[in-house]
């Protein structure tokens, strides 16, 4: 990218000499890596922010309609090499640090992680920033800056342990304060109803205040000067004094209240896909909600004439699920208390702006708030979210008539019980388009879990299936293949049109090109096993199978099937003859993800994983014909060494049950082919790929129910096969260890029920991992399918997927920010 300051290398190096000088304050006596890191990463933020500065003003100017992407998730990953390659810099930062007797891959390696998000939804999040900045759409992400991101997974004798994540211990280069943008936030406190010329009107008013303040990180487009705002909020102490307490005397109690207001952003609830149903939770997204509204509300009116009727046409709201959807009820309040509109006027630009994107159908996921809770902490918010259940209720009545099964289903307040808000209803009723995020799984909001309000408003429904940003995934992560791809097409266009990679079909029959393939997947390959032997201290072999299923952990996502397969093929090589073993097929199995820290099956899990690795591993008879890996703390920046290096990845939810998965998209555009269920994107994966290069098993979606009911009805016996029986057993008999954990785990699907399906499904299992066998001992074969997995995943780029919300659900066109004049570098 152009720039004011110069790129040349010469400037390069001054700029990261002045950083380490005026900014670190040092000497080059007293200097570490970490100072270099530091130093390199201000001297590309300037850079970032000539650029971000040229954006918000270009936006201003045009007037640009902006979209509005709030989540209480964004998992970003690291900053510095994502920006250097958007920036087109990489090259140049690297010679000049050369001379500094640096190695830039060596300084990408200090930087922390930072890990506000769970898993999918967060990082789905990051990936759309990415390419609404490349695509050069006009943007902002609003989030939370949590002080605690994700915990840290450590595991002690195979169990996971959490330790906090002080992600902002060394300060943060990637972000800027901004002292000027604070808005106040009030919680608690009791509605007024005062009369204004004939009008009623609603003031809420006591209860407490604090203060939300943003924090900007630049998020870069690549080989564009379009730089977007991720704006996170943080809580602080309302800057007026409480002097009441002060007052009598309470000098320190005073303060301490003061310091409570910092509470409310401090950790990032570490739940993939349960609602955990708390206070602070809560408050939590109230505070993004009525800040980000605030924030939105007031770029708005700084518009040369104030009509309200265009703030659809100058504004997109997108819900990340239903974390965020008490943004319409602030919107609502703010047109009709502050703005004094009337309602119905505010209901139609409400509707008008709201989108909301559904990222599961598991019951446990939906968020339900108590309408006691919410009474107490958002009064005026209750009554509005009355008067909206009211309005829509009335138009369920006309349509159909007296139809009680209706109304309760489609009602935003559940009756039953203690009242509840049932979130997703009020996300629906607000907004204007409600998508899922693969094919299967829109069908299923259709038909299942929001199935009256497709009757009811069918053209409310869309489909957008996930993407991922191939910069980060293939170009950052993945550098040797990006490198061959820019010389066998002549330019890397590719990396912001991946169709491109199409014209690559009839490379696959050039040996020499799939030899070139192969040897970047061995390098990719020997970077991981460097890693893995640092990391987890286990040798693994370069030329074995790498099989890797690496999610938050879940029952759903059926890690414990893959395990329970892996002690199946354990004992098999046990009890092999010398001729068979030599056609044994070496593997190395790794796993890694999180377990939310209150879901004991899921912990458990783990525990069984590290216990059978723990065995098989020092089993001398096994040698390199199996090892087994738990890799301790699942991250984004340890997913850029894992994904490049594998060669198969599982992808085994029961049919029905995984939204999309966006891992599946990254795995097939590093080359690897994938072992999976009908279930999510691997639907459409499997369309793009063809049937001959994945790996498909297990029941289908229509069937699961009618399986469910065959499991409930059948004796375990006769449910579950000869080959899952004798698992059983060994783990019974204690083969890994005298553990009664592990037999928990083992009874919860044998006893219980196998909700999940691993009884019914596993034989079709084994079935699928002998056909990957099968492929693995012929080497080229399986080069070529890998390469057909890479250059027919160009559909998951969330470059497509940004592009299809921008036509179909924003109406919002790009506006390119153009670039420094040629002069300003003379300057
Ligand atoms: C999450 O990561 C996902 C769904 C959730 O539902 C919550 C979280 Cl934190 C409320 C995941 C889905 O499980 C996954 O299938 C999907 O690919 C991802 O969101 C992004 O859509």
């Known amino acids: ?225 379009n730089t977007i705002a991720l704006r996170l909020w943080k809580s602080h102490p309302a800057s007026e004094f409480d002097f009441s307490s002060f007052n009598t005397g309470d000098y320190f109690k005073a303060l301490e209240q003061r310091q409570k207001a910092e509470y409310i952003t401090s950790v990032l609830y570490p739940n993939d896909s349960t609602d955990a149903g708390k206070e602070l939770r809560l408050k939590q997204q109230y505070l993004l909600v009525s800040a980000s509204m605030q924030d939105i509300v007031r770029r708005f009116k700084r518009r040369k004439v104030l009509d309200w009727n265009a703030f659809p046409q100058k504004v997109a709201v997108q819900l990340n699920d239903t974390h965020p959807a008490l943004a319409i009820v602030e919107l609502l309040r703010i047109l009709i208390d502050i703005e004094q509109l009337d309602n119905m006027s505010a209901w139609q630009i409400v509707t008008k702006s709201f989108n909301y994107t559904n990222h599961t159908v598991l019951p446990e996921a939906l968020e339900k708030w108590g309408v006691p809770l919410i009474e107490k902490l958002l009064p005026r918010h209750l009554e509005i979210i009355y008067l909206i259940n009211f309005l829509f209720l009335e138009k369920v009545q006309q349509k159909y008539p007296n139809n009680w099964g209706k109304l309760s289903a489609l009602s935003i307040v559940e009756e039953e019980g203690t009242k509840k808000v049932r979130m997703a209803n009020l996300s629906i009723v ?166 939310a820290p209150g879901y004991v099956n899921a912990k458990r899990v783990i525990k069984l994983i590290n216990s059978v690795a723990d065995v098989i591993n020092n089993d001398h008879q096994i040698g390199d014909l199996l090892k087994v890996v738990f890799m301790p703390n699942y991250n984004v920046s340890n997913a850029q060494i894992i994904i490049p290096a594998a060669e198969l990845s599982q992808h085994i939810s029961t049919a029905g049950t995984e939204a999309s998965g966006t891992s599946n998209m990254k795995f097939i555009m590093n080359g690897c082919l994938i072992l999976g269920t009908l279930d999510g994107a691997n639907v459409e994966i499997d369309e793009a790929v063809g049937r001959e290069n994945i790996f498909i098993f297990g029941t289908q979606v229509e069937d699961v129910d009618n399986m469910k009911e065959k499991m409930r009805n059948t004796d375990p016996h006769e449910y579950f096969p000869q080959e899952l029986l004798k698992v059983f057993t060994e783990i019974d008999n204690g083969r890994f260890g005298h553990n009664e954990e592990l037999k928990w785990i083992v009874d919860s699907i044998r006893y219980k029920n196998d909700n999940y399906l691993v009884g019914q499904d596993f034989k079709d299992y084994i079935k699928a991992q002998q056909q990957v066998d099968d492929l693995y001992r012929q080497p080229n074969e399986w080069a070529k399918k890998s390469i057909y997995n890479a250059i027919r995943s160009y559909k998951f780029s969330s470059d497509r997927t940004i592009y299809e919300y921008a036509e179909d659900i924003w109406q919002l066109k790009p506006i390119k920010v153009p670039e420094p004049a040629a002069q300003k570098h003379e300057r």
């Open 430 to 595: 607000g907004s204007k388009f409600v998508n899922g995020v693969a094919k299967i799984h829109t069908e299923l909001l259709k038909t299942t879990i929001f199935k009256e309000f497709f009757e009811m408003h069918p053209n409310k429904f869309q489909n957008k299936t996930n993407g991922v940003t191939p910069r980060r995934w293939v170009r950052c992560a993945n550098p040797a293949l990006a490198a061959l791809y820019d010389r066998v097409l002549g330019s890397d266009k590719w990396v912001l049109d991946m169709e491109q990679l199409k014209q690559l079909e009839s490379h696959v029959s050039d040996p020499q090109f799939v030899r070139e393939f192969q040897m970047i997947k061995i390098e990719n390959k020997e970077r991981f096993v460097h890693w893995i032997r640092k990391t987890c201290q286990v040798d693994l072999n370069v030329d074995s199978l790498f099989d890797i299923q690496v999610k938050r952990i879940h029952e759903y996502k059926r890690q414990l099937m893959n395990i329970l397969y892996v002690i199946y093929r354990y004992l098999i090589i046990k009890e092999s003859t010398p001729e068979e073993r030599k056609r044994i097929v070496p593997r190395s199995v790794c796993f890694g993800g999180k377990a």
């Open 1 to 225: 990218m152009d720039s004011y300051q110069g790129s040349d290398k010469l400037a390069l190096q001054q700029s990261i000499v002045h950083h380490v000088e005026y900014t670190l304050a040092r000497t080059r006596f007293d200097f570490s890596k970490f100072h270099s890191y530091q130093a390199l990463s201000h001297s590309v933020r300037d850079r970032l922010i000539e650029a971000f500065n040229d954006t918000n003003l270009h936006f201003h100017q045009m007037d640009a309609k902006r979209i509005y992407y709030l989540s209480l998730e964004f998992l970003i990953g690291r900053c510095l090499q994502n920006a250097l390659v958007n920036l087109d810099l990489e090259e140049d930062y690297r010679e000049a640090l050369m001379d500094l007797g640096y190695k830039l891959e060596e300084l990408y390696d200090e930087e922390v992680d930072p890990a506000l998000g769970n898993g999918g939804l967060g990082r789905l999040a990051a990936c759309f920033l990415d390419s609404l900045a490349t695509l050069n759409y006009p943007s902002f992400g609003y989030g939370i800056r949590y002080t605690y991101g994700i915990f840290k997974q450590l595991i002690k004798d195979g169990y996971q342990v959490e330790s906090p994540d002080f992600w902002l211990n060394h300060g943060n280069p990637w972000e800027i304060e901004r002292l000027d943008v604070q808005y106040q936030i009030r919680f608690y406190g009791f509605v007024k109803k005062v009369w204004d010329h004939g009008v009623e009107r609603s003031v809420w008013e006591g209860g407490e205040t604090i203060m939300a303040r943003a924090y900007d990180t630049p998020i870069p487009g690549y080989n564009t000067q």
